[in-house]
C-alpha cells in the first residue's frame, strides 16, 4: 500500500481496497478552494408515473421493490440515537433474503447497533460509513472484525459525498415519525416525535430510492413534510420505528459533575470577555457534558450583560429551546433534536427551524450555516498541545465516538472553544499527540479545562486580548506537565499496522487513519 | 433534416441545430415507463466557503463574479407576469458587458419580456427556451427572426430538463421580493410581494450559480426561506424586480363575458354529476377566464352539496384562498400565485403550501402532486375532434399562449374538463385538426363548451355515466358542425417550412413544431 502525508504529517495511503483512491487533508480551507471550480453532478432520483401503490406491507417487501442486490449501498439516520430500532429491522430483513456485502451508511452508529455485529460476521453487511463507532461495534471494529476499513465521516462531509454522488446511496431508509401514504414525513408528530429530520432529507434528495418507515400512517397531505412526496418511491408501517426516551441519553445527557460545570462556567466566562460575545452574536453549543452546559451559563451571562444574540445551531437540546423562547436567541436552526421535548418546540415556532445537513455543514455548498458561527463549544476526549482533537477514540484506542459536527463546526466558527477536564480516571487528555485527529489544531482557538484555558497560538489577538483579564490563561504545555504530575503515566498502547478505520476530514481528504489494536 | 413520425402522426425533426438530439412524442406515459430506470445525474451546485460576500452592488458585477461567458444559458420565472423588471434589467447589463449567444431559458416569457426582440436582433441572445411566448415577441419568433428554434416546455417539463441536466443552467436569477444578505429569500414579504417563488426554487437547486435579485433586504435569518442561503452565490439590491399589481392581468383575471360563465357553470354541473365529485375531492383550476371563473361554481355546489374538498394546486387566485379559509379545501399547493394577495395567504396559513415546480409537475419524480389530482378545469384556444388542445397558437398560426401546467395537470387528473367558447369573434374553435398539439387528447376527458359538453369517446365510463343526467352531452362532431354554420370559414394560414418553434412534451419527447408563417 502506497502512503503518502498529509499536512498533518500523518501516513494516509493513496487507495484501499473496497474503498477507492483517497486524497490526502491539505489543510482547512485549501481542498476545498482548490476544488471550488469543480461542478460535479449529484444524483437525482426519478421514478415513476401516474397510479403507484407507495403503502408496502413490510420492509422486506420494499428492499424487493427497490430490487435489492448484493454490494448496494442503505443508508440510515441516528436522529434516534440509542433508542434507533429501524436500522436493525432493516439488516435483518436483508439477512432474511440472504443479500450480501452490504454497505451501511448511517448518520451515525450508537449502542442500538451492536447487532450489526452478527451481520458483519455473516457477511450481510461488508462495510461501514457512519460519523460514529461505539460500544461492542467501536470494539469489534478496532479488533480489526471488519475487512474492509469503516469510513468516518462528518456530518457535512457525509452531505457533501452523497451530493456530489461519491456515495451513491441505492435504498435510503428514514424512520420517520409520521407520514401520509404518499411519503410526506415529518419527525414532530406522532408517538415517536423525534424532532428534526435533517440528515435524512439529504438522502430522500438524493438516493436512488426512498423508502419511508413510519409507526404513524396520517391524512393526506401531511404538513409541514420534512421529506415531500417526491422524494418517497415507498412507504412502510411498522410497529414502532424507535424509542424517543432513549434519545437524551450518554453524549446528550446534561451534566451533573462538578468539574464539567466549572469547565462550562470557565469557558462562559472565557467567551464573555470576547469581542465576540455581543448583540446579535449566534453559537453553538456540541454534544457532551461540559458543553451542553455551557449553553446554561452562557444564558446567564447574556441576561446579566442585557446582550440577545441571533441564532442557535445545533444538536438542540431543550436549553437552546429556552433560550429561544426567552429570546436570547431569534432563531434555532436544527439538523438533530437532542432530547424529543425538542419536537415540539419545532412543531410550534416557527423560529425554530429543521435544516439538511448540506445547510448545516456541507462545505462545498455556497455556505452552510455553521459558517456563520460566531461562537461553538465542543468537548474532547483527548487534545494535544497543537491544539488537535480526538473525539473518536478511547485513550487505549477504541472506537468510542464520533466525528459529528466537531470538525465542521470548528471550521466555520469566529471562536472554537474545546471544553475538556484535564484528566478522566487518572489519565490525561492533554497529550503529546492525540490517537486520532478528527479536528485539526488550526481550526481550534482556545482549551478550557479545570486547570486553566490555553490559547492557540496562532490566535494572538485573543491572547492580546485576555491579557487585561484574571482569567487563568496558561500554556498549554504548562497545563499538560501539571497534569502529568498529577495522573499516572498512561500505558502503551501498541497497534497493528492493518486500519481499521479511515477518518475523512469534512472536504473529502483523510485527515487520520485508526490501526487494530495489538491483541496480546 | 431526418424527420420522424411521433406516436400523433407529426413529423418530428430527429436533430436541430444548436438544440441537437429529439426525442419523438410515444403516449402519455409510454416514454415515461421506459426510463423510468434510467438514474440520471442533476447538477448539483458546489460553492464557496467561510467568509464570503455575497451582496453585490449591481447586475453587472453579479455577472462579472458568476464569469459570464457566450453562449452560456441565463434562468429566470416569471411569478411576476406582465409586471417583470429583472429579466430585463438582467439581459440589458449582459448586453452593455458585450456577451453574446446567451440562452433565455425563463419559467414563461409576458408582454414585460418584448423588450428581448432588440436583443435578439442584435445577437446577445440566441436561444429561447420558455414555456409561454406571446405580444410582440410571439410574432417577432412566428415571422422566423430567432435564428434557433425556440423550446416551448410545460412547467413540469422544465422542472425535468434542469433536474436531470438536461439544461444545465449556467446561472439562475431569482427576483425575490425579500432576501437577507446571505441569500435567504421569499416571494411573501416586502413592497414587491409576489407570493410563490415555485419555479424558482428548482433553478436554485440545480443552477451552477445562483443570483438573488432583491428590493427588499432583511435581516438574517430571513424565515421562511423559499430559497436557502446554502443555493445562492450572490444577492444584489436593485431599485425594483417588479411590480405585483401586473400579476393579475391577461389569463388570470376573472371574467366577467356571460359566456364564459355560462360555460364555467356548465363545467361545473358536469364535475357534481361525475363520481368524482365527493368528500375529499382534490381539484386545479387553471388560468383563462372560464376556468378560473369555475373555481367560484364548484364552491357553491360543494356548498349545496355539504361536500369539502382535500387540497387545490395552482397557479392560486384569491377564490381558492377563499375556498381554504372557508373550510371546502384543506390545503393549497401553491407554485404560482396569480393575484398578489395570495401571497398574505402563504404567509399566514401553513396549509397554504408553496411547492416547487418539481414538485408540482415533474414527470420523472416519484410522483408531482399534479398525479393526486381529481379534477382539473382548464382553457384552450383550440380544441380538434381528436380532443387535442391547442393553448400556444391562435387560429392565424402566431404564438400567443403558454404549455404551462396544462399539459402536466391534464395527464395527471382523472378528470380533466377542457372549458372553451365554440368560437370567438366568428371563428370557430373547435377545428378538424388544431394548430399546434400542446396538451394530447388522450389526457383529455371532456370539452365544455356553450353549445354543449363533448365526452372523449375513450371515456365510455362518463357517457353511460351522464346517459340518465339532462346535460347537453353531444358528440364532438356535432357540436362542430353546428358551429360552422355560425361562423365564417376560417382563412387558409400558410406557413413556411422552417420550424421557429419546437413542443416539448412534459416528459422531453418533441410532440409538436411550430412553422413560420409565410409572409405574403
Redesign the interface.
Known amino acids: 500500500m502506497k502512503m503518502i502525508k498529509n499536512s498533518l504529517g500523518r501516513e494516509i495511503p493513496e487507495f484501499v481496497e473496497g474503498i477507492g483512491d483517497l486524497i490526502p487533508y491539505q489543510g482547512v ?1 485549501e481542498y ?2 482548490k ?2 471550480s ?15 401503490e ?1 403503502l408496502l406491507p413490510d420492509i422486506k417487501t420494499a428492499l424487493e421493490r427497490c430490487n435489492i442486490k448484493d454490494g448496494m449501498t442503505l443508508s440510515f439516520h441516528h436522529h434516534f440515537r440509542a433508542g434507533d430500532e429501524t436500522l436493525m429491522q432493516v439488516i435483518a430483513a436483508v439477512n432474511e433474503m440472504r443479500i450480501k456485502d452490504i454497505t451501511v451508511f448511517s448518520s451515525s452508529l450508537t449502542s442500538s447497533h451492536d447487532g450489526l455485529i452478527k451481520y458483519i460476521e455473516n457477511g450481510t453487511v461488508s462495510r461501514i460509513f457512519t460519523s460514529g463507532l461505539r460500544e461492542k461495534l467501536g470494539k469489534f471494529i478496532t479488533d480489526g472484525k471488519l475487512k474492509i476499513p469503516a469510513v468516518i465521516r462528518t456530518h457535512g462531509g457525509r452531505a457533501r459525498s452523497i ?3 461519491e456515495v451513491p446511496i441505492d435504498i435510503a431508509f428514514v424512520a420517520a415519525p409520521s407520514s401520509d401514504i ?2 410526506n414525513s415529518n419527525g414532530i408528530e406522532g408517538p415517536s416525535a423525534c424532532g428534526s429530520l435533517g440528515y435524512a432529507m439529504v438522502d430522500a434528495l438524493y438516493a ?1 430510492k ?1 423508502v419511508i418507515v413510519t409507526d404513524n400512517i396520517v391524512d ?2 401531511l ?2 413534510a420534512s421529506i ?6 415507498f412507504v412502510v408501517k411498522v410497529d414502532r420505528i424507535g424509542n424517543p426516551a432513549k434519545i437524551a441519553t450518554g453524549s446528550t445527557r446534561i451534566t451533573k459533575n462538578p468539574i464539567d460545570l466549572a469547565i462550562a462556567q470557565s469557558a462562559s466566562d472565557f467567551i464573555a470577555r470576547t469581542p465576540y460575545f455581543m448583540e446579535g452574536m449566534s453559537f453553538q453549543v456540541g454534544a457532551g457534558g461540559a458543553s451542553l452546559a455551557a449553553a446554561k451559563f452562557m444564558k446567564e451571562a447574556m441576561k446579566e450583560r442585557n446582550i440577545k444574540g ?2 442557535g445551531i445545533g444538536g438542540i437540546t431543550s436549553y437552546m429551546v429556552e433560550l429561544l423562547e426567552e429570546g436570547y436567541l431569534n ?1 434555532l ?1 436544527d439538523v438533530q433534536s437532542f432530547d424529543a421535548v425538542v419536537a415540539k418546540s419545532i412543531a410550534k415556532n ?2 425554530h ?1 429543521e ?1 439538511p445537513a ?2 448545516y455543514s ?8 455553521v ?2 458561527l460566531d461562537i461553538v463549544i465542543l468537548a474532547a476526549l483527548q487534545v494535544d498541545a497543537d491544539f488537535n482533537v480526538n473525539v473518536m477514540t478511547s485513550n487505549t484506542g477504541v472506537l468510542m465516538g464520533a466525528s459529528g459536527g466537531h470538525p465542521d463546526t470548528a ?2 466558527a469566529k471562536l472554537t472553544i474545546i471544553v475538556c477536564p484535564s484528566f478522566r480516571a487518572r489519565v490525561p487528555s492533554i497529550v503529546d499527540k492525540v490517537h486520532t485527529v478528527i479536528t485539526p489544531g488550526e481550526s481550534v482557538d482556545v482549551i478550557v479545562t479545570e486547570r486553566g484555558i490555553a490559547i492557540n497560538p496562532q490566535r494572538s489577538d485573543l491572547i492580546e486580548f485576555m491579557k487585561k483579564s484574571k482569567l487563568p490563561i496558561r500554556d498549554i504545555h504548562e497545563i499538560k506537565e501539571d497534569v502529568e504530575k498529577l495522573t499516572d503515566k498512561p500505558e502503551e498502547v501498541e497497534f497493528e499496522d492493518r486500519i481499521v478505520a479511515l477518518v475523512e476530514y469534512r472536504d473529502g481528504t483523510i485527515i487520520d487513519t485508526i490501526k487494530a489494536l495489538k491483541c496480546d
Open positions: 480551507w476545498i478552494k476544488t471550488q469543480k461542478h460535479l453532478h449529484a444524483r437525482a432520483c426519478y421514478g415513476i408515473g401516474k397510479g403507484i407507495k451530493a456530489l454522488g404518499l411519503g436512488d426512498t393526506y397531505p404538513h409541514p415531500p412526496e417526491w422524494q418517497v418511491d441571533s441564532f432563531t436552526f416557527p423560529r427551524i435544516i448540506t445547510y456541507d462545505p462545498f455548498t455556497k455556505n452552510c450555516v459558517n456563520n471550521a466555520g
